[in-house]
């Protein structure tokens, strides 16, 4: 939910940790700060509530000079968005600086214990107890005091730690939170992600649990927290800072949507082969796929509604129960699970807590866990057996889009691989669904096309007293993803709904200032639809309908018509959440929202 950068090297550290904390921004907003030892040896600290650009400002045009710092920007959970309880966070020495990100379950009880022990804590933060616990603990050698540290911590933590006498050494550790070690020539760095440090380096670690890193310019020591050394191997961020740039967009997510034909390629590259789908990732548990007799599909947000997508395949063409729960219903309330579960996470950024800790429930009682991520080295491929990547690319905007519709076509091909290899999927129905695939980069381009109507739109729209989304079988995740980006964006109330349900009570909502949108492409279910969207129409709403290119019928009937494009029922919820992202869009730019980073959220959510 947080960002945290920290460098060592030769450069100035102050604007690399600004540029990172820019980067990281994204997982949270609230405030932010960072810490450098300045070439006189003293540790400066400057941290404000608001976004990073507040911060930058608070330094001014000539920061100290530095060859080392740490940087954090942050989404609050213990105490509000203020100055004061921005990080980094202090010892009593003023020589121990610490960045979080997760939550220390147990900070009460050592906040008491470090009062009662002569400490004086300023801030209302959970964090600031590490570094008074790391100040007790310190005898010269900074990697011993945060192992001492950590041994006291419950909850879950990625941490930057800096002692201002030891100004070449950073140390990091994570459990249950991300923490990366970039490695440059002469250089180090520690990070939330690659998007903070891709510019500088492309070689990382992914440390895993448990890890403590001992971080100096000419590399890192990986320990566990007893001070064992353990070894991990470098990987290559396979793409360049560019992708994680605007590129001439005035937002991320409007870059993002354009991104969606090229992202769908990239996901089915080395996947379809001639007529079959075949996922490569699977080759190491075909043996266990074959007793498979239910499928639990889990994740949160946006992943959910792509998971509902999974689900009616996985039930359609295995012909098992499948069904999707958000994760943090199931993991209190599971369902029966054993090794003839296969269980799905679905998790763009592989760091959810309520998607992770349901998977290692699952994994825990013995079902098969596969999941499906857009993050290498993530939390999640830790927890299971076999990952499959979404291979988006990064994501930057707060609002899903572009891996919102690779999670539905990779689900699709996932679904249809394990369908193939038992036997399940009828070759000519295989066929088809390959074709369509092909198909469907240049379709999502025509869509994005025809969407340029929803700006115009967007002006009679905007006003709009709340929404309320429709759709059955495959336009239902569409609506109820078109319903949340509206939702998270422009703060407009907008409802999702199962069209069938409508009359059984949110249709009192709906009146000429409460707008209904139609997911109304073709479909075996497309008349029970126009029935449900007659019935709003009677209600004297506006009727904004999504509908396949060459549908006469809807034009009489709506009031607008967003077009995509036709394809195979499976696959529309691709195409048809096209237009409503951007409907979206607009709507909250006219409304002068902060379309990136909107109010109260991060992308990602590392805490229940
Ligand atoms: C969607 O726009 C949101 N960013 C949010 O609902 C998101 O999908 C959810 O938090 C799950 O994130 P994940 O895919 O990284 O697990």
């Known amino acids: 939910m947080c960002g945290i950068v920290g460098y060592t090297g030769p450069r100035d550290a102050g604007p690399v940790l600004l540029d990172g904390l820019r980067r990281l921004e994204y997982r949270g907003y609230d405030s932010a700060g960072i810490a450098l030892v300045t070439?006189?040896?003293?540790?400066?600290?400057?941290?404000?509530?608001?976004?990073?650009?507040?911060?930058?400002?608070?330094?001014?045009?000539?920061?100290?000079?530095?060859?080392?710092?740490?940087?954090?920007?942050?989404?609050?959970?213990?105490g509000r968005p203020s100055d004061l309880n921005a990080h980094p966070h202090s010892d009593c020495t003023g020589r121990i600086t610490v960045v979080h990100n997760g939550i220390v379950e147990n900070f009460r009880e050592l906040r008491d214990e470090l009062k009662a022990g002569g400490h004086t804590l300023q801030s209302e933060t959970d964090t600031e107890v590490v570094a008074h616990l790391v100040e007790d603990a310190y005898a010269g050698d900074l990697a011993d005091a945060v192992r001492v540290a950590l041994a006291r911590l419950e909850g879950a933590y990625a941490l930057v730690v800096l002692h201002r006498d030891e100004p070449e050494r950073l140390v990091g550790a994570r459990l249950n939170a991300p923490l990366i070690v970039g490695i440059g020539a002469g250089e180090s760095f520690l990070a939330s992600d690659a998007a903070a440090i891709v510019a500088y380096t492309k070689q990382v670690i992914f440390l895993a649990d448990g890890d403590v890193a001992d971080v100096t310019p000419g590399g890192a020591v990986i320990t566990d927290l007893s001070g064992a050394v353990v070894e991990r191997k470098i990987d290559i961020i396979p793409w360049s800072v560019e992708a994680a740039e605007k590129g001439g967009y005035e937002?991320?997510?409007?870059?993002?949507?354009?991104?969606?034909?090229?992202?769908?390629?990239?996901?089915?590259?080395?996947?379809?082969?001639?007529?079959?789908?075949?996922?490569?990732e699977l080759d190491p548990i075909r043996d266990r796929l074959t007793g498979i007799d239910r499928v639990e599909l889990i994740a949160c947000g946006t992943a959910y509604y792509a998971s509902l997508v999974g689900a009616a395949l996985f039930q359609e063409w295995l012909g098992v129960p499948a069904r999707s729960t958000v994760a943090s219903e199931f993991r209190y309330s599971p369902p029966p699970i054993n090794a003839r579960t296969l269980v799905v996470a679905v998790t763009q950024s592989?760091?959810?807590?309520?998607?992770?800790?349901?998977?290692?429930?699952?994994?825990?009682?013995?079902?098969?866990?596969?999941?499906?991520?857009?993050?290498?080295?993530?939390?999640?491929?830790?927890?299971?057996?076999?990952?499959?990547?979404?291979?988006?690319?990064?994501?930057?905007?707060?609002?899903?889009?572009?891996?919102?519709?690779?999670?539905?076509a990779t689900l699709v091909m996932l679904a249809?691989?394990?369908?193939?290899?038992?036997g399940r999927l009828p070759a000519a129905k295989e066929q088809e669904l390959v074709a369509a695939l092909r198909r469907l980069p240049e379709q999502?381009?025509?869509?994005?096309?025809?969407?340029?109507?929803?700006?115009?739109?967007?002006?009679?729209?905007?006003?709009?007293?709340?929404?309320?989304?429709?759709?059955?079988?495959f336009g239902y995740p569409a609506a109820l993803e078109g319903a949340l980006k509206i939702?998270?964006?422009?703060?407009?109330?907008?409802?999702?709904?199962?069209?069938?349900?409508?009359?059984?009570?949110?249709?009192?909502?709906?009146?000429?200032?409460?707008?209904?949108?139609?997911?109304?492409?073709?479909?075996?279910?497309?008349?029970?639809l126009i029935s449900n969207l007659m019935e709003g129409k009677a209600r004297d709403a506006r009727v904004l309908a999504v509908a396949t290119e060459g549908d006469t019928q809807i034009e009489q009937l709506a009031t607008d018509v967003l077009w995509v494009p036709d394809t195979l029922e499976p696959?529309?919820?691709?195409?048809?959440?096209?237009?409503?992202?951007?409907?979206?869009?607009?709507?909250?730019?006219?409304?002068?929202?902060?379309?990136?980073?909107?109010?109260?959220?991060?992308?990602?959510?590392?805490?229940?």
Not at 444 to 461: K, N, P, V, W
Not at 512 to 523: C, F, G, I, N, W
């Open 416 to 422: 249809a691989d394990v369908a193939h290899h038992l």
């Open 444 to 473: 999502a381009e025509r869509a994005i096309e025809l969407a340029a109507t929803t700006e115009e739109m967007a002006d009679r729209y905007a006003e709009a007293a709340g929404f309320m989304y429709i759709g059955r079988s």
């Open 251 to 280: 937002h991320f997510m409007l870059k993002e949507i354009h991104e969606q034909p090229a992202a769908l390629t990239s996901a089915m590259t080395g996947r379809l082969r001639h007529d079959s789908v075949c996922l490569e």
């Open 39 to 78: 070439e006189s040896g003293d540790l400066f600290v400057e941290k404000r509530a608001g976004k990073v650009a507040v911060l930058q400002d608070a330094m001014g045009d000539h920061p100290p000079r530095a060859g080392i710092g740490l940087g954090h920007t942050r989404w609050a959970t213990h």
């Open 487 to 528: 939702k998270e964006i422009s703060y407009l109330h907008a409802e999702g709904y199962a069209a069938g349900e409508l009359k059984h009570g949110p249709i009192s909502l709906l009146d000429a200032d409460v707008p209904l949108v139609a997911v109304a492409t073709r479909s075996a279910v497309y008349e029970k």
């Open 571 to 608: 696959l529309s919820t691709i195409l048809a959440v096209i237009p409503l992202q951007l409907f979206a869009y607009h709507v909250a730019v006219k409304r002068g929202r902060d379309v990136d980073q909107p109010r109260n959220l991060a992308k990602s959510v590392t805490v229940e």
């Open 350 to 408: 592989g760091e959810t807590a309520d998607t992770i800790a349901a998977s290692r429930l699952a994994g825990d009682r013995g079902a098969l866990v596969i999941s499906v991520t857009n993050t290498v080295g993530s939390a999640i491929t830790r927890e299971s057996h076999a990952a499959v990547f979404l291979q988006a690319g990064p994501e930057v905007a707060v609002a899903a889009t572009k891996t919102f519709v690779t999670q539905v």
